[in-house]
């Protein structure tokens, strides 16, 4: 089974709008953390936003949130006041078992294309 | 305050040639990870390094890769004999600690094998 899914085809958002990125996830250890990452046309791989499976609010920097529901096991990425420069590829990742392990699995992205 | 460092950031290889690929983290982090990206897919795991240690290498082919992270010096991704199937973006990140909550990527290194 796959451990991150992220099925969302293209995305598009007009400028200035939120867009929600969506990702589950499959675990069943009861520790766990989810990333976001960013991933323009230049290739860089740009940490957004963790949440740890142990925290109780939903996590937030700037424009990002991260829309947790633990019994569904989504994690889904709210990019609010879209700008030109968000077009890249998004990619939702997790850590399994604590801080003991330190690997991530990534899911296989969504593309969103912000329109002018 | 300079982040990951990859080089080169591109490389081409001819089939059965060594493929030599650097990362040198951010300062002050001792855990290196090497990720390899596929064209359209997701980044795959393939090692963990602490200094002069291999903690994790369960994504790592067991043959023709091998990765060493030195007490001086960058962390070597080696691929030898390479294969076109070897073709792919390889990224490192590192951290500060084990199982911290941000993992710091370099910008990758294209290889391209003819």
Known sequence: AQKITQTQPGMFVQEKEAVTLDCTYDTSDPSYGLFWYKQPSSGEMIFLIYQGSYDQQNATEGRYSLNFQKARKSANLVISASQLGDSAMYFCAMREGGTANSKLTFGKGITLSVRP | ?114
């Open chain 2, 1 to 114: 305050n300079a982040g990951v460092m990859q080089n080169p950031r591109h490389l081409v290889r001819r089939r059965g040639q060594e493929a030599r690929l650097r990362c040198s983290p951010v300062k002050g982090h001792s855990h290196v990870y090497w990720y390899r990206q596929l064209p359209e897919e997701g980044l795959k795991f393939m090692v963990y390094l602490q200094k002069e240690n291999i903690i994790d290498e369960s994504g790592m082919p067991k043959e023709r890769f091998s990765a060493e992270f030195p007490k001086e010096g960058p962390s070597i991704l080696r691929i030898q004999q390479v294969v076109r199937g070897d073709s792919a973006a390889y990224f490192c990140a590192s951290s500060p600690r084990q199982g911290g909550n941000e993992q710091f990527f370099g910008p990758g290194t294209r290889l391209t094998v003819l």
